[in-house]
Each structure stands twice: as structure tokens, then as C-alpha cells.
């Protein structure tokens, strides 16, 4: 079955960090891209960055919000895309979620695989 | 950035009932634009790729079509599954941004 599970959800105080993972079976997850996504509560998605496979370069796309804070990267031995979150605040309260990038002709085009999300709670 | 505008936010419709959101984007964006429903709790599904290519699985009582600037996604016959909230998303450039989102509730 193909699936992506995200783990490393947790309680933090703001200024702290944390790191997400992503992890991938069912497929060949160094064939694809992964992406992160988030949802405060109540509230709608926001596409957070993607990391390219390898075979296109395997570089990284951020969200201005989380632009030189967070990090995406990838370890494609383990199947596993992570998520560094640092110097967290508040307003990254919320479920984050991995998905793998659909790739049809060298361009993409959805998210066709998610996994269950994670919780992420910033408070002091 | 790419701003996606999508309406209307809340729709109450009931079962059998065909049902049209329509999502407008800041510039064109051809049709690298996906749909996505989201069932409380859940993480999304996607329905809808290429603006109008129905993903492996998806009931074809859904649809998309549209290009450039403005989008639609129909369900020809709302079925008691279908109430949830459907996002779009523009896959054009960085940042791939999302509709704020229409939740489709029972009438």
C-alpha cells in the first residue's frame, strides 16, 4: 500500500525547535518529490515547501513565511522527508502534512499521495 | 504571489443537487491547478489534476474545467459523502497557493 505517515508532532515553547519526518513506503519516495503543507486550527491549507527528487536536482522551494527557518531535506535511503522548524512561534500552530508531487511530463501537478498529519502546538 | 479566489465560501445544497465552485486566479496560470476535498479530520484527497483530469479512483460524478484565470469543479449529483470542504490550488509557480476554500454542507 502506498503511504506516508508524519511523525515528530509535538508540544514546544515558542523559539524552540523541531523536526518533522515523512515516511514513505509502498513506493520508490526518491522518485518523487514531497511536499509540506499546514493547517492552523479551523483554518485552511498552507503549502509550506517542496523538495525536488533527485533526479531534478533535488532542490528546495519555501513559503515566505518559513523562508531561512524552516528546512525541508531528505534521506532517500531511509524513505524519509523532514521538516527543521526553528525559532518556532505561535502561528505555526497547527497539523502538518507531507504529500508526494505528481509528476506527468516533467511538470507537476497535484498532490496525489497524503499522509494522516502531525500536531504541532507552540505555546509557552 | 498567485492568489486564488474561490466561491462561494460556504454552500448548503442537498443530496442530488448539482453543485459549481468557482475559483479565479490573480493571473493565468494555464491549467496547472488541482482540486482537493478535505472531510473534517482528514487530510485532503485529490479529486481533480491538470484542471480538468480526473484522478484514478475519484467518482466521475465530479468534473473540472476551465483555464488561464477561471476554474470550476462540479458535482453532477451531491452525494452524502460528498459533504466536505474543497480547496483548489495553483501549481503555475512558487508559492503554490490555495482557494481559501468552500465547505459544502447537508440543506
Known amino acids: 500500500e502506498v503511504q506516508l505517515v508524519e511523525s515528530g508532532g509535538d508540544l514546544v515553547q515558542p523559539g524552540r525547535s523541531l523536526r518533522l519526518s515523512c515516511t514513505a513506503s509502498g513506493f520508490t519516495s526518491g522518485d518523487y518529490g514531497m511536499s509540506w503543507f499546514r493547517q492552523a486550527p479551523g483554518k485552511g491549507l498552507e503549502w509550506v515547501g517542496f523538495?525536488?527528487?533527485?533526479?531534478?536536482?533535488?532542490?528546495?522551494e519555501y513559503a515566505a513565511s518559513v523562508k531561512g527557518i524552516f528546512t525541508i531535506s531528505r534521506d532517500d535511503s531511509k524513505s524519509i522527508a523532514y521538516l527543521q522548524m526553528n525559532s518556532l512561534k505561535t502561528e505555526d500552530t497547527g497539523v502538518y502534512y507531507c504529500a508526494r508531487d505528481l509528476l506527468i511530463g516533467g511538470r507537476y501537478h497535484g498532490l496525489d499521495v497524503w499522509g494522516q498529519g502531525t500536531t504541532v502546538t507552540v505555546s509557552s | 504571489d498567485i492568489q486564488l479566489t474561490q466561491s462561494p465560501s460556504f454552500l448548503s445544497a442537498s443530496v442530488g443537487d448539482r453543485v459549481t465552485i468557482t475559483c479565479r486566479a490573480s493571473q493565468g496560470i494555464s491549467t496547472y491547478l488541482a482540486w482537493y476535498q478535505q472531510k473534517p479530520g482528514k487530510a485532503p484527497k485529490l479529486l481533480i489534476y491538470?484542471?480538468?483530469t480526473l484522478q484514478s479512483g475519484v467518482p466521475s460524478r465530479f468534473s473540472g474545467s476551465g483555464s488561464g484565470t477561471e476554474f470550476t469543479l462540479t458535482v453532477s449529483s451531491l452525494q452524502p459523502e460528498d459533504f466536505a470542504t474543497y480547496y483548489c490550488q495553483q501549481l503555475n509557480s512558487y508559492p503554490r497557493t490555495f482557494g481559501q476554500g468552500t465547505k459544502v454542507e447537508i440543506k
Open positions: 491538470a484542471a480538468s
Open positions: 523538495i525536488r527528487s533527485k533526479t531534478y536536482s533535488g532542490t528546495t
